[in-house]
T-cell receptor, first 117, second 117 residues
Framework: SAVISQKPSRDICQRGTSLTIQCQVDSQVTMMFWYRQQPGQSLTLIATANQGSEATYESGFVIDKFPISRPNLTFSTLTVSNMSPEDSSIYLCSVEDRGRGVDTEAFFGQGTRLTVV | DAKTTQPNSMESNEEEPVHLPCNHSTISGTDYIHWYRQLPSQGPEYVIH???SNVNNRMASLAIAEDRKSSTLILHRATLRDAAVYYC??????????????????FGTGTRLKVLA
């Protein structure tokens, strides 16, 4: 099973600036996923990141706002660009890996709590 | 993406069983039913999953209707530590299967479980 570390765990940023969130996995995984969780809401998938190719974005999310890097099979970054207070959310990294059984399950990082002021 | 419908919130007394329902009337034949839970200030964690047959593990049981259009997560004896948001997810094969063989996990609104001492 995968163990995911996210940095930073939280940050307070000025509007108009950008923040890059790092996600490190302790095993090699093909796909990494980035989610946003707005206050009191469920998780919304932002994009999937495949090593060596451009990320695939979900409807409503664009690369200019949320550029993603995936330089190798254990690491990814998500940048939140030109931030506004509406970007205040928890951002979570996720991977799919084998769990305790023979099938796969999703594993999540602890999240990055972003506050934009 | 196939959709799930869950009650927004439920309450249970400590040490009593809890039945968390989920409707997924548009499920396709190969979609797995996954349950995750999110404890306060944590990323989601895997609880259980199944395809057609009922499933048991150390955390919970999953009862799947014969027509697969609904399922129920059963916590046999709720504890205060089980207070969380529980998400029923259809691991979307047709719409979400990516080239690598991994899947997208699309979250619904979830059920917030409150456990009363």
């Amino acid at each position: 099973s995968a163990v995911i570390s996210q940095k930073p765990s939280r940050d307070i940023c000025q509007r108009g600036t950008s923040l890059t969130i790092q996600c490190q996995v302790d095993s090699q995984v093909t796909m990494m996923f980035w989610y946003r969780q707005q206050p009191g809401q469920s998780l919304t998938l932002i994009a999937t990141a495949n090593q060596g190719s451009e990320a695939t974005y979900e409807s409503g999310f664009v690369i200019d706002k949320f550029p993603i890097s995936r330089p190798n099979l254990t690491f990814s970054t998500l940048t939140v660009s030109n931030m506004s207070p509406e970007d205040s959310s928890i951002y979570l990294c996720s991977v799919e890996d084998r769990g305790r059984g023979v099938d796969t399950e999703a594993f999540f990082g602890q999240g990055t709590r972003l506050t934009v002021v | 993406d196939a959709k799930t419908t869950q009650p927004n919130s439920m309450e249970s007394n400590e040490e009593e069983p809890v039945h968390l329902p989920c409707n997924h009337s548009t499920i396709s034949g190969t979609d797995y039913i996954h349950w995750y839970r999110q404890l306060p200030s944590q990323g989601p964690e895997y609880v259980i999953h199944g395809l057609t047959s009922n499933v048991n593990n150390r955390m919970a049981s999953l009862a799947i209707a014969e027509d697969r259009k609904s399922s129920t997560l059963i916590l046999h004896r709720a504890t205060l530590r089980d207070a969380a948001v529980y998400y029923c997810i259809l691991r979307d094969v047709k719409g979400g299967r990516l080239a690598s063989g991994t899947y997208k996990y699309i979250f619904g609104t979830g059920t917030r479980l409150k456990v009363l001492a």
